[in-house]
């Protein structure tokens, strides 16, 4: 069933004498203990605000641990949500509202909050035995320390348990629903409808347990009368609908988009997908999301270790269909030797990276784009492969497409390098026409009787290779990871025949030509200062750039979709400029890559905090730049930033 | 099913048939000859369709066999080979797919694989070529080396105790089981035309002579003069008797097996083999008996049906199709919750 909201924004029910005043933009964050259900408290807003009108960006930031212990501050789990009247970019620098269940959330979070911002607190949850597992020995909500904040305390849990007591739940089972009360406190807060939430609850619960679907309704709607009448809060914001492009919009994660982008590739190839992955976090979603869709003709195979998944993706692909695998940094480590087969035998391939803080296990909920030299470089021998990168959640759709396009089209693995923000993170997506998307034409060889024998090597002018799929009569062939003669494909160790199969495998990944955008630019051609991205960052970047113009500096921003290989005209679009910088959730990847191959003094702006960074991050890496400064830790909250120059 | 019936119209195929113009490299003498030209045989007996069928290896000695037949082939990385074997049959079940291993690619390295390819009866044909040696890193011991092997990698004898193939297989619900020696032709040929007629993962060890680095690990299983004695041909529904004269027997004792003389024992005894008993007990404890205690089975250990790993698969799609109908992709990308924005 498809549910179409109106776009009008809902007005809350009543003012009830309380001002009411308009925003062009809030962030709310829900911060509570891994089990409270922050993580769908935050999402159901998010889908709420979305159905509003508002653009919307995400940050879902959760430990490792699934149940760390309780109250502790290495359990907390938190979601952002930035929800606006204008284009955003980023999921917000500094919170408007924090909701905290307990004294660990709000010690994790309350830094992030703005002066004079919101601050909701579960006073129930602020025992001297909570305060004592957050590590507080007074209570900060009594001892002032608050003060530069709007401090509302609600007695979450007292309220809870009264709204649903008729449910016939019992008390545990009553108490989870206290995110919802929660929940009903900021739709209050910030005049969103009910119904999309109600409805969700419905849909979950509803036939198979009417009882909790009716505690936590009641929950929900206690919460939103709550705001409505007590007299905590004087006024109320409203945040009217974005003027995005015209369109029926939907709200999006990364790995969702992968996903759909996958499927659409299958059907617009019509091809079958198989889908070959490994549980691991971050990527796992895209594994449940494909599961899910299997009259589309998917098939999913929960393989028995990252090797297996790749290698049976491979194994599909030699049989004519799309092989793809979805892994994270360390598995795609384990991955590396047989997609050096798949580049060998020059077969299709998809290989998603949504890569997390590493190395080794590294921060497995949390983002980072430290994966780039493995996928340009991780694997032996002389073995390119082309790298795309979404540059937001909704972009992964289109990421996936191009990356099964190329993978066919060239005869080649490819690697879409996503990450856990973009893989988590959600906003709106304007819902492509399917029948104007352009189909991926693939064709394979006929049936024979050539006495000659069938060349699989022979290459076009693009040098690729004909997919000839076993059941073709007269096409029978052996293809393997010794070196092969070009044309025949028999195994050859021939010296010169090895040279130039390396220099053709190379050139041929050279000769990609991109499928879909491969820079997206902001600003002027030329100018004092180029700001260089690739992958998540781009909101960042962005809106940094679109600030810093507002100073009157002639600044732009070049983000790279294609990172192998590199855009033609890079080389020239980076010499228009005085300055290069190149901020990375890494040491400088990408500027190590730019500077190898342009020559060019590219600075880099580097984070490598499990975190997205942050606008004001992105305009004072620049500023620094600009005022000639060699070493400077950007002032923000922290020393999260390190600005390094030149040399490695 | 991989073996349809032939019809009667189609070309009579040869052995050589599946030859392919690549000169075969194996060393003179080496065990793998007798191999590829046994299942040459059987392809050609069955008229298996050489464009349907596809060899997947993994890496040493044995792994080159694709390069030795004329139908369609992988020669992939070390201890991979079942895993590029899984995801063509789940493209593609209707192919005929054949894996070559040895003892270092399948068991060593490729251990892991080994089980699940197994496990899921993916329908796949394992044959796993055993010379309890490595032969083309030149001369290192294996998985299913004896203890105390010495090599160049252990002078001073192999401190592992060895694994048996058949009873991993077996552990891991295998539902064909089987075990051949390179040089009995008949018996291998025979072997190989059950496990190709097998409908699901068939597993087959086969003793392997590597003459060069390992040579004489299977004479005693070879030789004239002991192999009645060192050696037990499996048949269905008959009693174990084995020994020149068939004069010995296995006969359980408590849950041991143990070798009696006919002489002093009646036949009615004996241990009866069943390859078809659900309950695979039986083909356990028989991949267990090892020379010199006892007499090494060789024949089909087990044959039962489960069903395919891929019907299983694609069942599920059809059943997702039946539920909810066709994929409609505009309908798929638009979701449950949309707005519009004028």
């Not at chain 1, 509803?206 to 309704?217: E, F, Y």
């Not at chain 2, 010199?292 to 250990?301: N, Q, Y």
Request: hydrophobic content about 40%.
């Amino acid at each position: 069933m498809t549910t179409t909201f109106d776009p009008v924004q809902a007005p809350p029910a009543q003012s009830n004498g309380k001002t009411v005043i308009t925003l062009p933009s809030v962030t709310v964050r829900f911060a509570g203990d891994s089990g409270d259900g922050m993580q769908l408290a935050g999402t159901q807003f998010t889908d709420t605000s979305a159905l509003v009108g508002n653009d919307i960006s995400t940050l879902p930031d959760f430990p490792a641990e699934i149940r760390a212990p309780a109250g502790t501050p290495a359990g907390v789990s938190g979601f952002q949500v930035h929800f606006s009247s204008t284009d955003i970019f980023t999921p917000g620098d500094a919170v408007d509202a924090l909701v905290a269940m307990n004294p660990a959330a709000l010690k994790a979070n309350v830094k992030s909050v703005k002066d004079g911002g919101i601050v909701i607190v579960n006073e129930d949850a602020f025992g001297e035995k909570d305060l004592k597992k957050a590590g507080y020995a007074v209570n900060p909500v009594e001892d002032g320390s608050l003060k530069c904040y709007r401090v509302i305390k609600v007695p979450i849990n007292k309220m809870t348990t009264e709204a649903a007591k008729d449910s016939g739940l019992g008390a545990k089972d009553i108490d989870r629903c206290k995110n919802m009360f929660a929940l009903g406190l900021v739709y209050w807060l910030y005049g969103r409808p009910m119904d999309s939430t109600l409805g969700f609850i419905e849909r979950k619960f509803g036939k198979k347990l009417p009882a909790v679907a009716q505690a936590n309704a009641l929950a929900l709607k206690a919460g939103y009368h709550f705001g409505e009448t007590a007299e905590l809060f004087h006024e109320q914001y409203l945040v009217p609908k974005a003027k995005l492009a015209p369109g029926k919009y939907r709200k999006i994660t990364g790995n969702e988009a992968i996903a759909l982008g996958m499927i659409t590739a299958s059907k617009l190839a019509d091809k079958q997908l198989v889908y070959c992955s490994y549980p691991i976090t971050p990527a796992s979603d895209i594994l449940h999301e494909l599961s899910a869709h299997k009259n589309f003709n998917v098939v999913t195979f929960q393989a028995e270790d990252e090797i297996a998944a790749v290698g049976a993706a491979i194994g599909a692909s030699f049989g004519g269909a799309l092989g793809s695998t979805g892994t994270s940094g360390p598995g795609l480590a384990l991955k590396a030797e047989a997609i050096g087969l798949a580049v060998m035998t020059e077969l299709p391939l998809v290989v998603i990276d949504v890569q997390r803080g590493g190395p080794s296990t590294g921060l497995p909920t949390k983002t980072e784009q430290a994966d780039l030299f493995q996928a340009m470089y991780g694997r032996n021998g002389e073995c390119p492969i082309p790298i795309i990168a979404p540059a937001s959640p909704s972009d992964c759709f289109n990421a996936a497409v191009e990356a099964f396009t190329i993978a066919t089209k060239y005869m080649t693995p490819v690697i879409l390098l996503s990450d856990g923000y973009l893989g988590n993170g959600a906003e709106p997506w304007l819902i492509p026409d399917v029948s104007k998307l352009p189909r991926i034409t693939i064709t394979h060889p006929k049936e024979s009787n050539d006495a000659s024998g069938f060349m699989p090597y022979k290459r076009d002018e693009s040098h690729v290779r004909p997919w000839a799929i076993p059941g073709t009569v007269g096409l029978e062939h052996r293809i393997g990871g010794l070196e092969k003669q070009d044309g025949t494909g028999n195994v050859s160790y021939d010296p010169a025949n090895h040279e130039h199969m390396v220099r053709t495998r190379q050139a041929k990944v050279n000769g990609i030509k991109p499928a879909g955008t491969d820079i997206l630019w902001t600003g002027p051609k030329k100018g004092q200062i180029l700001l260089v991205g690739w992958g998540s960052t781009f909101g960042a970047i962005k809106a940094a750039t679109l600030e810093l113009q507002k100073e009157g500096i002639a600044v732009a921003a070049c983000h790279l979709r294609y990172l192998n290989p590199l855009p033609a005209r890079l080389g020239e679009i980076l010499k228009a400029f005085d300055h290069v910088l190149v901020p990375e959730m890494n040491l400088g990847q990408l500027r190590m890559l730019l500077r190898s191959k342009y020559l060019v003094d590219a600075k880099g702006l580097n984070k490598v905090r499990g975190q997205p960074f942050t606008i004001t991050e992105v305009v004072h890496g620049a500023k620094a730049v600009l005022s000639g400064e060699v070493e400077i830790a950007v002032k923000q909250d922290s020393t999260s930033l390190d600005v390094s120059t030149g040399g490695e | 099913m991989s073996v349809a019936p032939l019809p009667s119209n189609l070309p009579v195929l040869k052995p050589g048939d599946y030859a392919t113009n690549q000169d075969v490299r194996w060393c003179p003498g080496c065990g793998d000859y007798s191999i590829l030209m046994q299942t040459k045989k059987v392809f050609a007996k069955l008229g298996i369709d050489r464009s349907k069928t596809v060899f997947i290896s993994g890496i040493g000695c044995s792994s080159r066999f694709p390069y030795y037949m004329n139908t369609y082939g992988i020669h992939s990385i070390h201890g991979r080979a079942p895993t590029f074997a899984t995801g063509l049959k789940l493209a593609r079940p209707e192919l005929n797919i054949w894996m070559v291993t040895g003892d270092g690619d399948a068991l060593s390295i490729g251990g892991n694989h080994f089980m699940h390819i197994i496990r899921r009866n993916v329908d796949v044909k394992i044959l796993l070529f055993n010379n309890k040696i490595y032969g083309l890193t030149k001369g290192q011991y294996s998985p299913t080396s004896e203890q105390g092997k010495k090599t160049k990698s252990t002078p001073m004898g192999a401190p592992d105790y060895p694994v048996r193939p058949v009873s991993i297989a077996i552990a891991a619900e295998a539902s064909f089981a089987a075990r051949a020696i390179d040089m009995d032709v008949k018996h291998l040929e025979y072997v190989l035309e059950r496990a190709a007629k097998h409908v699901g993962t068939a597993f087959v060890e086969i003793y392997q002579n590597c003459n060069i680095f390992n040579d004489g690990a299977f004479e005693y299983a070879t030789d004239k003069a002991t192999k009645s004695d060192t050696t037990l041909y499996l048949e269905h529904g008959k009693p174990l008797v084995f020994g020149k004269e068939n004069d010995k027997g296995i006969r359980l004792h408590a849950m041991n097996p143990e070798v009696v003389s006919l002489r002093e024992v009646n036949q009615d005894d004996l241990l009866i083999h069943d390859e078809k008993t659900p309950e695979p007990s039986l083909a356990f404890l028989l991949s267990r008996m090892r020379y010199p205690d006892f007499p090494e089975p060789l024949g089909v250990f087990r044959d039962v049906e489960h069903e395919r790993y891929v019907n299983l698969v694609r069942k599920q799609n059809e059943e997702a199709i039946a539920q909810k109908g066709p994929g409609d992709l505009q309908k798929l990308l638009t979701g449950n919750e949309t707005w519009t924005v004028e």
